[in-house]
């Protein structure tokens, strides 16, 4: 992608940022997202329970990592400071890492009805192939250990 | 100390209006901004610094095999790394290989590393359910119905003042430094949801509020498990078991110390008090014990609300 911006969210604070590595020179921004703090969505709130914001020091640990990455910081609507970012510093696009949290994939949807948005994967723990059977922890680490260990052996 | 001064890496590019301070004489200087800031955000900043550098000095300090001695001990060896995970100052593989790296034999880091496939398996659930993951799993193993729990927190547990040392202890280390050990999480939790009946879902927002680690992965699945909506049984403990992880450091100095501590009981009454009389619950407890094990027994199986998961023993 020419010209992007980079929009780092909270799930990739660290020099592995695949945006970061992909486009180490370019423009990045994080935005502490109003909603979340104040507990209106279901990264930080039960959906049926009351509205309660997080607390300062979430935030403070937040800002932390945030000061060792080159990042500028604002606040508010993630999609509308993103693009307000984006149209700053005349981008043609948006970088950013997948996350998790459903809300990401949310906030990437709402971007890319104004400009395109690249989605970077993160190095995995364990790449399993097809999917997986999560029903219980033990099917599962049946499954990855066996992978995982494969990993050290060919460092070792 | 040059750490005390928390200057933002420079930007390549020009700030913004209105864009947020990169720049503080002291972390008092960061709290004050972020109290103007954010005025609604209750507390003040942890004492745990975040940061790669943070970061990496803990990872530095890795010792596998002693993790899997001591880290069911409040004061125990573990690694304190799950709020860098959390928001991917560290990613799950940079862990995997600083382990791998100080790695002698497989055996003793196998622990280790199993806690790290719990957190990747919390997030692949979380993956798959999405916001479904704020609701029951499964049915409650408690013989109780969903509607026999308070669906708010009372005063005196968000305030820590429930009287109990251990729990008022763990509520004001919730409350300032944002992390909790392991075991600590279960044992309030298992207070919250079993001894005062209150609904899984009022205590893991509260935890989410806290916890510098907090995500719905980990921490809802977690206290899932703890009520039975994602487990066999029930997970609760007593006093022996408390007192014993714990060093007694709690029970010491607790006011309920010679009478009145509502763990101080067997397992077996304990589970008459707590929980209904339910068929499946003999059933499963028959089957364990069959099995050699009882309900209180370490089991492979059983989750981690966080990077350290502590057996169950009496």
């Known amino acids: ?63 932390e990592c945030l000061l060792e990455l ?8 993630v999609a509308e400071e993103v693009l307000a970012f984006a149209r700053a510093h005349g981008a043609e696009g948006i970088v950013t890492s997948a996350g998790t949290d459903p809300r990401v994939a949310a906030i990437c949807q709402t971007l890319e009805q104004q400009l395109p948005v690249e989605v970077l994967a993160v190095e995995p723990f364990v790449q399993l192939e097809g999917p997986a059977d999560l029903g219980r922890f033990s099917r599962y680490w049946r499954r990855a250990e066996r992978e995982v260990w494969a990993s050290w052996g060919q460092e070792g | 100390m040059a ?69 069911n001990f409040l004061d125990g060896p573990v690694t304190r790394l799950s709020p860098y995970i959390r928001h991917g100052v560290l990613t799950l593989a940079e862990v995997r290989d600083a382990v791998f790296a100080r790695t002698r034999s497989r055996q003793g880091s196998e622990k280790l590393i199993n806690e790290l496939g719990w957190r990747d398996y919390w997030q692949r659930l979380w993956q798959q359910l999405g916001d479904g993951i704020w ?27 429930t009287g109990l040392a251990c729990m008022d202890g763990f509520i004001a280390e919730l409350h300032t430094s944002g992390w909790l050990h392991n075991h600590a999480r279960m044992w309030l939790a298992a207070y919250l949801v079993h001894w005062r009946r209150i609904r899984w879902q009022a205590g893991a927002q509260w935890f989410l509020r806290h916890l510098l680690d907090g995500d719905p992965a980990s921490n809802n699945l977690s206290w899932q498990w703890v009520a039975s909506s994602f487990s066999h049984k029930p997970y609760f403990f ?9 060093n007694g450091s709690f029970c010491r100095s607790c006011a309920l110390r010679e009478q009145g501590c509502p763990f101080d ?15 499946a619950i003999r059933a499963v407890d028959h089957r364990n014990r069959e099995g050699g094990r009882d309900r209180n027994s370490t089991r492979q199986g059983a989750p981690s609300a966080a990077l350290s998961r502590p057996a169950r023993r009496r």
């Open chain 2, 135 to 161: 609701r029951d799993q499964e049915e409650l193993k408690t013989g109780h119905s969903a509607a026999a729990y308070a669906s708010t927190l009372p005063a005196d547990i968000d305030e820590g003042r």
């Open chain 2, 3 to 71: 750490s005390d001064s928390l200057a933002g890496v420079p930007l390549a590019w020009p700030e913004q209006p209105g864009e947020l301070p990169r720049r503080f004489d002291s972390r008092q200087a960061l709290e004050a901004e972020l109290q103007q800031l954010f005025p609604e955000a209750p507390g003040a900043l942890s004492p745990i610094r975040g940061g790669r550098r943070q970061a990496e000095t803990l990872l530095n300090r890795l010792q596998p095999e002693r993790y899997a001695k001591g880290r």
């Open chain 2, 265 to 279: 009981a067997s397992y077996e009454q304990l589970e008459a008090e707590l929980f209904a009389p339910l068929p």
């Open chain 1, 1 to 63: 992608m020419q010209r992007p911006i980079l929009w780092l969210h909270g799930e990739a604070l660290g020099p592995a940022n695949p945006a970061l590595l992909a486009y180490p020179d370019r423009p990045a921004v994080f935005v502490f997202d109003s909603a979340l703090l104040a507990g209106l969505s279901p990264t930080t709130g039960d959906p049926e329970g009351p509205n309660e914001p997080v607390s300062l020091q979430r935030i403070g640990f937040l800002y």
């Open chain 2, 238 to 246: 007593n006093r022996g078991n408390l007192e014993r992880y714990s």
């Open chain 1, 70 to 77: 080159p990042v500028s910081l604002r606040k508010g609507d």
